[in-house]
């Protein structure tokens, strides 16, 4: 129409009354988007009431305002209203408002970035940013850098001095973005849109794993899910198509009556951009983590497996990519570190008490934490595998969505990847896992209205996940939380260390290494090395001997040692020493003419190795 | 054979090229394949003989790359 036709004509009052329709809201509608409008707005005015210095052992919940809980009622309440209406909109507008209010907790109501190892990435973004090349030398980020390179391209291009406050935003940033490949994943498995927002919602609230933050796996994990909602979407076959052994005609005997929902239909260059797109997506992941590529292997392995990845070559593909990535790209790290990477091939039980049982350690507020994220994913895949079961027993089991579900765990044979595979199975599993719990309360008939069994059910699995959140994701903020004056000591520690200085850290929490990445010598911990510290020796005299020869330099080069309220935190959480060690530790040192107090404010401390006692141990 | 082959009858950089190229070629090959099925919607005997082939053999490379890498 053009801008020129009279005023009022047919065509653009049936226009805007339809606008009007559209716009205009029925009262349940109105009432999702009041009890969510109102959820963030108090929300919102609870975020200044958080008292972060008063946080004890279990996080931030310890310090959460009642309005802080009552925000997470109504938006809970007003997505559930959304759900029940069914309209896309409003479970959209469900999903991203439960985003902000538990994702963006983290974000909005602490003052800086929280999480150590996000200032550290940031800090490797800075060093390509500022030396324009990666230099596979210095450490493993290095022979994975896609994602860091990413990170320097942005700053760069748009200019900014300082990525941090974009780093900050990434929980926010990413979950937001795992939303639309996850829809397009369940409007491929699933024709009722019902059980697609609810899977995305128990999705959102149920991943307090925390890998969303400013990382390749958070970044790659969005990466992973669109690979497979891709080949899911316009890859996956019609029954009757494929060809194969008897896997895949078992497969099929499964998918015949499961496959509802077509395949999306497309043109031929459309595929083969896909296909080109889908190679280049496998190439950024293959270049950016050492994990994700596997998960990749297995998930579309084992789809193609059962009949659902038409690409039939892309686990080869992807094998390729991950292994010449492995022989060529990262060789530097690879040298001298390979029985890092395969010592713990098959060693499933050890892989398993690196990742359980070493974690449930600490302080008893820490314990329980531990405790009830193990709890939490146990329910979630407990509920899973009552929607498979269900699925199956409808004759409508999806073997996509059920490998893709299992096809992580396998990673638990490769390593213990620092303690932490289980935490990133549970991640790469949740899509699927919370898929499947959807399609639990979901009637099989299409329109059907739920049973008041279900939602009563739904209503208790819901209130458990979100008031469960807090707990699980902010369970370590006492030690993830950073305060102002923090920063301001790591900033003192950069202005008086010399370049090539060795710099110590009571703990690894600590929001350091985002500047100058390697330009010092960085130790974590004053554990290790030749001389172990036992910082609850009850010889002040000997500890603070013991701390200045673990901190000598075997030329004399200036060495310092930065205690902050977060390094102590982890120790206290963590232990091995008993709760205050640091703080003692602070005043020790204080004393101690071994050393110098070289800046100091109520939450950060930096000394400087005076001098090297005479006398050994 | 065919590396040990190459590897004492070309000279190193020839050879190294070489096989440095065979992962890329095995990934081109096989994406290639694929655009081929996506096009005619049957596969090509051609392309897919010629994909595994060049997967076989960057495959073996890798692994004994990786072997090495190893010791």
């Not at chain 1, 709890?375 to 899973?384: D, F, G, N, P, Q």
């Amino acid at each position: 129409m053009s801008a020129w036709a009279p005023a009022g004509d047919l065509p653009s009052i049936a226009r805007r009354r339809a606008w009007r329709e559209r716009l205009a809201l029925s009262r349940p509608a109105a009432a999702s988007v009041a009890l969510l409008a109102a959820g963030v707005a108090l929300w919102s005015l609870s975020l200044s009431h958080i008292r972060l210095d008063r946080m004890t052992d279990i996080g931030l919940p310890s310090v959460l305002p009642v309005g802080t809980w009552v925000s997470l009622a109504l938006v809970t309440a007003g997505c559930a209203v959304a759900w029940r209406l069914a309209e896309p909109a409003l479970m959209a507008l469900g999903v991203a408002t439960t985003i902000l209010v538990l994702h963006g907790l983290g974000v909005l109501g602490e003052p800086t970035m929280r999480f150590a190892t996000a200032w550290q990435h940031v800090g490797i973004a800075d060093y390509i940013a500022t030396h324009g090349s990666v230099d596979p030398s210095i450490d493993a980020y290095f022979n994975w850098p896609g994602f860091f390179i990413l990170g320097a391209f942005v700053s760069k291009v748009a200019g900014l001095h300082d990525i941090e406050p974009v780093a900050r935003a990434a929980p926010l940033f990413l979950n937001a973005l795992y939303v639309p490949p996850l829809v397009s994943i369940g409007q491929s498995l699933f024709a009722d849109r019902r059980v697609v927002w609810l899977g995305a919602w128990i999705f959102v609230v149920a991943n307090w794993i925390g890998q969303d933050y400013f990382s390749p796996q958070g970044l790659n994990f969005f990466m992973y899910l669109v690979v497979l909602a891709i080949v899911l979407r316009w890859f996956r076959g019609g029954p009757g198509r494929e060809r194969g052994g008897w896997p895949w005609r078992a497969a099929r005997a499964l998918a015949g009556r499961a496959r509802a929902v077509p395949e999306t239909t497309s043109t031929w260059p459309q595929r083969a951009t896909l296909i080109v797109v889908v190679a280049l997506i496998v190439l950024g992941i293959a270049a950016s983590h050492q994990l994700t590529p596997f998960a990749l292997i297995t998930g579309t392995a084992t789809l193609t497996l059962v009949g659902w990845c038409r690409i039939r070559t892309l686990p080869v593909i992807v094998a390729l990519i991950v292994g010449g990535w492995l022989a060529y790209m990262a060789v530097t790290y690879l040298v001298g570190h390979v029985h890092l990477v395969t010592g713990d091939v098959g060693a499933v039980d050890v892989t398993v008490g690196s990742n359980v049982g070493r974690r449930l350690h600490g302080s008893p507020g820490h314990q329980a934490i531990v405790e009830l994220r193990v709890v939490s994913t146990l329910v979630l895949w407990a509920v899973a595998g009552l929607g498979f079961l269900r699925l199956a027993r409808g004759g409508r089991l999806i073997p996509a969505l059920a490998v893709l579900a299992l096809s992580p765990f396998p990673l638990l044979g490769l390593q213990s990847y620092g303690g932490e595979v289980l935490l990133r199975i549970a991640l790469l599993s949740l899509p699927f896992m919370a898929l499947a719990a959807a399609s639990l309360f979901v009637p099989a008939e299409a329109g059907a209205s739920v049973s008041r069994v279900a939602w009563t059910a739904l209503a208790c699995l819901g209130v458990a996940l979100v008031a469960s959140f807090p707990f699980n994701r902010y369970g370590n903020e006492r030690m993830d939380y950073f305060s102002p004056d923090e920063i301001a000591g790591v900033r003192a520690l950069y202005r008086i260390a010399p370049q090539g200085a060795t710099l110590f850290a009571g703990s690894a929490a600590l929001p350091w290494r985002y500047t100058k990445y390697a330009d010092y010598y960085y130790y974590d911990s004053l554990t290790g090395g030749d001389a172990d510290v036992n910082l609850d020796d009850p010889d002040q005299r000997r500890l603070a001997r013991d701390v200045a020869l673990r901190m000598a330099t075997p030329d004399r080069s200036p060495s310092l040692l930065i205690i902050t309220r977060s390094t102590a935190a982890q120790t206290d959480l963590f232990g091995p020493w008993r709760e205050g060690a640091q703080l003692r530790l602070r005043r020790v040192l204080s004393r101690s003419p071994y050393f110098r107090v070289a800046y100091r404010n109520p939450d950060a401390v930096v000394f400087v190795l005076r001098r090297v006692p005479r006398e050994r141990r | 054979m065919l590396a040990a082959f190459t590897w004492s009858h070309v000279d190193r950089a020839t050879s190294g090229a070489l096989w440095y190229s065979l992962v890329p070629l095995a990934v081109v090959l096989l994406v290639t394949g694929e655009v081929w099925v996506a096009y005619r919607g049957a596969r090509s005997v051609t392309l897919s003989m010629l994909g595994w082939l060049a997967t076989a053999a960057a495959l073996a490379l890798l692994g004994v790359r990786l072997a090495a890498l190893a010791r």
